[in-house]
């Protein structure tokens, strides 16, 4: 295919990647989120279907990312081909996978766009795509694969028919290369790396693009006495749940976990019980958020985890009668139309949901990323950064950090950081 019928231009890397993807049937592109992997896929798909190796192309994303790929689609080719087939990860979970097209397992590319969200092997999702194996072309995207070891590739790759993934259960792979501490057995090790580096291939945006400085910085806010002593009062809870009379540590479970969302959302403010609501009388969190606002000149987005928090960053907007969008409880064309409306500058803030909008976004007219909350991954916070720092990022991006000193949303970043589990973060928030 000649690269002039796609209407944008390649960056050179872009072509190595294309070109990698070419002399495979199954190939991998786990280069750095913002660098345009969308852009080489389709390239990928045109080329097999003029050169009439595929007759379908079955695409397969988070719900969210569908909106990318028609606009990507709209941009450099000019249409939506037909021959193009979207089906979100939980359609495929939902339907059973009975929404899937009829399809020639020899003529079609199946392309799975965050490829992580078929980590889990006891999904539904997942046990679906498994049994896609048969399909001859197939192209895997993630800009951070894995998030804690190498085991989170073992399904994506089970699912692109990868040997030796594809002729073993998680268990048996479990005990053929890896000891039962979890380390890798060493010759195992280069054996599969060597595999892997045959069909995947990644670059950063680093070595890629001259995008400009990211600057990171912390805003602190301190607790109200009622903020501290709802606080104190979890903490002391918990504590008793977890620790014996003796001072030991009983084997921390889910539902202690859980109480990790609970300390976050004092933090912001609020606390959600059975049946109610807690709501401090003031919000110093907020407080700290208007003072950024007051002073804003650049187009931002608001990174929040509860739904709550939308409520009360709304409200404040609201009340400074300031344009906004909420990413997160909006779905389909309102929601297109918010990105777009934010796009054009009809808004200057959005309001975005980590857990749902953390992925597949160009919002690279935002120049400001506040994080009123931040995600129990790192890797969903690193996605997060990406929205505005990418290709076609032209002004250094600032990211804010609301923190409590001391408190769990200060160490929920240090964990992050450092890469505690989350059973160490609730221990350090309960002052072990």
Not at 231 to 251: Q, V
Not at 395 to 421: C, E, F, P
Request: net charge positive; aromatic share 12%; glycine share 4%.
């Amino acid at each position: 295919m000649n690269l002039m019928q796609i209407k944008t231009q390649l960056f050179e890397y872009q072509k190595e990647l294309l070109k990698f993807a070419r002399a495979r049937t199954i190939s991998m592109n786990f280069s750095s989120t913002g660098t345009g992997k969308t852009l080489v896929a389709i390239s990928l798909a045109i080329y097999l279907y003029r050169n009439k190796h595929i007759s379908k192309a079955i695409i397969v994303s988070p719900k969210n990312v569908q909106l990318t790929w028609n606009d990507e689609l709209l941009a450099h080719i000019g249409i939506i081909p037909d021959w193009f087939y979207f089906f979100s990860y939980d359609l495929i979970r939902y339907h059973r996978g009975e929404c899937l097209p009829k399809y020639d397992p020899k003529k079609t590319l199946l392309i799975l766009d965050e490829c992580r969200y078929v980590r889990n092997g006891s999904a539904q999702r997942t046990k679906v795509l498994i049994q896609l194996q048969n399909i001859s072309y197939k192209y895997l995207l993630d800009g951070t694969p894995i998030e804690k070891s190498f085991l989170d590739l073992f399904y994506p790759f089970k699912i692109a028919g990868i040997w030796p993934f594809n002729q073993m259960r998680l268990d048996q792979f479990k005990r053929e290369y890896f000891y039962s501490n979890g380390l890798m057995k060493q010759l195992r090790t280069k054996e599969l790396i060597s595999r892997i580096n045959g069909i995947s291939i990644r670059k950063t945006k680093e070595e890629c693009l001259d995008l400009p400085p990211k600057l990171y910085t912390n805003r602190w806010y301190e607790f109200t006495p009622e903020q501290a002593s709802v606080y104190e009062y979890l903490r002391k809870k918990t504590r008793a749940e977890i620790y014996e009379p003796d001072g030991s540590i009983i084997t921390i479970q889910a539902n202690h976990l859980s109480k990790i969302q609970k300390f976050l959302q004092i933090c912001s403010g609020f606390c959600y019980a059975q049946d109610d609501i807690w709501l401090s009388k003031k919000n110093p969190k907020l407080a700290c958020l208007e003072q950024i606002i007051n002073h804003l000149d650049q187009p931002a987005l608001i990174w929040v985890l509860f739904d709550m928090e939308e409520n009360i960053i709304a409200d404040l907007l609201t009340k400074k009668k300031i344009p906004f969008g909420i990413l997160g409880r909006n779905k389909g064309s309102q929601r297109e139309k918010i990105i777009h409306e934010f796009i054009a500058g009809k808004s200057d803030i959005l309001i975005c949901k980590l857990q749902s909008v953390s992925a597949g976004l160009n919002l690279q007219r935002a120049s400001v990323s506040i994080f009123f909350s931040n995600p129990l991954s790192m890797n969903i916070r690193i996605q997060a950064e990406d929205r505005n720092y990418r290709i076609g990022t032209r002004n250094k991006v600032t990211y804010i950090d609301l923190l409590a000193r001391g408190k769990a949303d200060d160490l929920l970043k240090q964990k992050n950081i450092k890469k505690w589990s989350d059973a160490e973060l609730l221990l350090r928030i309960l002052g072990h």
